[in-house]
């Protein structure tokens, strides 16, 4: 048993399985459109929300976790296989069943592909000085649901995660419980604090016309730019959708509004 629990047909969304969601970027200026670009939606292609077609809450679980943390650590330490598959598990000298749920929790956490070649991000997470943050990254991905519950999860919202996964998965209690359980194991390996992207402003250097008595020197004139050129970028979410009519609709209605 690998704790999978797939969702219901009614939760599947078949035109979202079929192609992915796009986006067109803009950039506007004072004098109009100047560049478009059309780009899949990454956001909407996260290895949980793609495989299983609904919430962004994976339910895998471990009946144990005893060996989470030296199974997660042999990927640090040991070189990457072609395949990590049942053989290789058993080669780490981890024999028990139980470990081998394992497997696809890795896939949902997107270390692995689908037939278990290692992914770019098991290859970044063998960096020990990336490996909490790689998990972290992963973890937001595939337990996103559990983020909305509060942003720096700990043992003390167990409750609340066991029943978040009993109204999204359908869960019993002792299920719930370990997928509970599994969240907050491999929480307890990563860091799931977000980095801050916002640049450094180094404060004003001392004005070289201040006197040594500290008075400070006649303010200067400030100059306008004429040539003043504002840009916008505008971010335009497609739907999921094959029916041409309704991408029609949405450029007819750019066009009149952004470039007429």
């Known amino acids: 048993d690998d704790g999978s629990e797939p969702c219901a047909a009614s939760d599947r969304n078949p ?3 079929q192609i992915g969601t796009m ?22 292609a996260s290895p949980s929300e793609t495989r299983r077609g609904c919430s962004v809450l994976t339910s895998r679980y471990m009946n144990g976790l005893k060996n989470l943390p030296a199974i ?11 395949k990590f598959n049942v053989e290789h598990l058993k080669g780490l000298g981890f024999k ?18 689908s037939d278990g070649t290692p992914t770019q991000r098991y290859l970044a997470y063998r960096d020990p000085s990336k490996s909490k943050s790689v998990l972290g990254e992963a973890l937001r991905e595939a337990y996103g649901d559990l983020f909305l519950i509060n942003d720096n999860l700990s043992q003390n919202d167990r409750v609340a995660i066991e029943g978040k996964f009993k109204s999204s998965t359908n869960s019993t209690d002792r299920v719930s419980e370990l ?4 969240f907050l194991g491999l929480l307890k390996l990563a860091d799931v604090s977000k980095q801050s992207n916002t640049p450094t402003i180094p404060a004003p250097s001392p004005d070289p016309q201040e006197d040594e008595a500290g008075v400070d020197a006649p303010p200067k004139p400030i100059v306008r730019s004429s040539s003043l050129d504002l840009r916008y970028t505008i971010e335009v979410h497609l739907p ?3 029916d041409i009519e309704v991408f029609n609709a949405i450029f007819k209605s750019l066009k009149q509004n952004l470039m007429d």
Do not use: C, H, W, Y
């Open 72 to 82: 997660m650590q042999q990927i640090v330490s040991g070189a990457a296989p072609e």
């Open 15 to 17: 035109a979202r399985d």
């Open 240 to 242: 999921p959708t094959k």
């Open 23 to 44: 986006r067109v970027i803009m950039s506007v200026s004072l004098r109009g459109i100047v560049g478009i670009r059309i780009l899949p939606n990454i956001a909407a």
């Open 96 to 113: 028990s069943s139980g470990d081998r749920a394992i497997i696809p929790l890795l896939k949902d956490l997107g270390f692995l592909t």
């Open 179 to 182: 997928q509970a359980a599994t």
